[in-house]
């Protein structure tokens, strides 16, 4: 495609995106100008640079946070804890698994970024009890350690909750990206438990991938999943989910690369398939991969509200 075509390509999304979305949405025109101009590439700094200055800087008021907290033996098995300062106990806690293409990434990008500790201050000053996890990475720890992980981080969460003033009995589970394979994977797989029917009152994945042989995998993914295809529909979360009961909020961005949008249609219709009922399915407006989750904790809050109601109703 040349510069003049791709230049009309993204005048005409804007254009589109603009007439949608200019009466309803809390993003600043300016804003959703830079990230029709990012497009659908996933790019975290760039991303970033456009929603840190909207973000907090620590120390965070009234909130309590507890860093590095181990809970395994690995070296990337540790979590952080954000507890608000006042509000009854026990609250529901949110646990977030970030995303990094299976190989990257961490609960924090830097030591002193913004991100996603947003997600956390959110968390807590909604009420809840926040718990920010990190895990190991491929191609070190290829299939299935992440989602060993995942399961040592509930089975934590569960025995510690009530020192942290949280409910283990309202435990929800989101990630993003990688994260949320990792987490639909925790849900879809039983087998993977350490805690009585997997802990979790609901799950929440954003911009996922759930079913691995409807899409090419690239070689982020092949160095967890591992190279063999007739592996990869038992590895993947689609069916196990359909036959999983739990509530489920599932959402992709606008701006999402093709394949993100593709597997969020994929879960959303075989969701609608169980006998508890459809998932919470949620597309949003002018969003990318990145920026659905770095703006958390702004003004736009078209999925935190989203999340806010999931989490007080279940549904």
């Given at each position: 495609m040349t510069l003049t075509k791709v230049a009309l390509t993204i005048v005409a999304t804007a254009l589109t995106l603009t007439a949608a979305h200019a009466q309803q949405s809390p993003m600043p025109d300016d804003i959703a100008w830079k990230l029709i101009e990012i497009g659908r590439a996933i790019d975290p700094p760039k991303t970033a640079a456009i929603y840190a200055p909207l973000q907090a800087r620590e120390p965070y008021a009234e909130v309590k946070v507890q860093r590095d907290v181990r809970y395994g033996t690995a070296e990337r098995n540790l979590l952080d804890v954000f507890t608000?300062?006042?509000?009854?106990?026990p609250r529901p806690i949110?646990?977030?698994?970030?995303?990094?293409?299976?190989?990257?990434?961490?609960?924090?990008?830097?030591?002193d970024s913004?991100?996603?500790d947003n997600i956390m201050l959110w968390a807590a000053r909604s009420g809840f009890v926040g718990v920010n996890i990190t895990y190991r990475l491929a191609p070190k720890f290829p299939w299935p350690a992440g989602v060993e992980d995942v399961a040592s981080a509930v089975q934590w969460v569960a025995a510690h909750a009530a020192e942290n003033g949280g409910d283990p009995s309202r435990v929800y589970l989101m990630g993003h990206s990688a994260g949320a394979v990792h987490v639909a994977t925790y849900v879809a797989?039983?087998?993977?438990?350490?805690?009585?029917?997997?802990?979790?009152?609901?799950?929440?994945?954003?911009?996922?991938?759930?079913?691995?042989?409807?899409?090419?995998?690239?070689?982020?993914?092949?160095?967890?999943?591992?190279t063999d295809p007739s592996r990869f529909k038992e590895r993947s979360a689609l069916s196990g989910l359909q036959a999983q009961p739990l509530p489920l909020l599932i959402a992709s961005a606008e701006l999402d690369p093709p394949r993100f949008v593709e597997q969020f249609e994929l879960l959303k219709q075989a969701a609608c398939k169980r006998p508890s009922g459809c998932a919470r399915a949620v597309?949003?407006?002018?969003?990318?991969?990145m920026s659905e989750v770095y703006a958390i904790n702004t003004g736009d809050d078209r999925l935190t509200r989203e999340i806010l109601e999931f989490m007080q109703t279940g549904k």
């Amino acid at each position: 495609m040349t510069l003049t075509k791709v230049a009309l390509t993204i005048v005409a999304t804007a254009l589109t995106l603009t007439a949608a979305h200019a009466q309803q949405s809390p993003m600043p025109d300016d804003i959703a100008w830079k990230l029709i101009e990012i497009g659908r590439a996933i790019d975290p700094p760039k991303t970033a640079a456009i929603y840190a200055p909207l973000q907090a800087r620590e120390p965070y008021a009234e909130v309590k946070v507890q860093r590095d907290v181990r809970y395994g033996t690995a070296e990337r098995n540790l979590l952080d804890v954000f507890t608000p300062d006042s509000a009854a106990a026990p609250r529901p806690i949110l646990i977030f698994v970030h995303g990094g293409a299976f190989i990257g990434g961490n609960k924090r990008t830097t030591p002193d970024s913004p991100f996603y500790d947003n997600i956390m201050l959110w968390a807590a000053r909604s009420g809840f009890v926040g718990v920010n996890i990190t895990y190991r990475l491929a191609p070190k720890f290829p299939w299935p350690a992440g989602v060993e992980d995942v399961a040592s981080a509930v089975q934590w969460v569960a025995a510690h909750a009530a020192e942290n003033g949280g409910d283990p009995s309202r435990v929800y589970l989101m990630g993003h990206s990688a994260g949320a394979v990792h987490v639909a994977t925790y849900v879809a797989h039983p087998e993977f438990h350490k805690v009585g029917g997997g802990g979790l009152a609901g799950a929440i994945m954003v911009s996922g991938v759930y079913d691995l042989t409807a899409t090419p995998l690239g070689d982020q993914e092949m160095a967890y999943f591992g190279t063999d295809p007739s592996r990869f529909k038992e590895r993947s979360a689609l069916s196990g989910l359909q036959a999983q009961p739990l509530p489920l909020l599932i959402a992709s961005a606008e701006l999402d690369p093709p394949r993100f949008v593709e597997q969020f249609e994929l879960l959303k219709q075989a969701a609608c398939k169980r006998p508890s009922g459809c998932a919470r399915a949620v597309m949003l407006p002018q969003h990318s991969h990145m920026s659905e989750v770095y703006a958390i904790n702004t003004g736009d809050d078209r999925l935190t509200r989203e999340i806010l109601e999931f989490m007080q109703t279940g549904k």
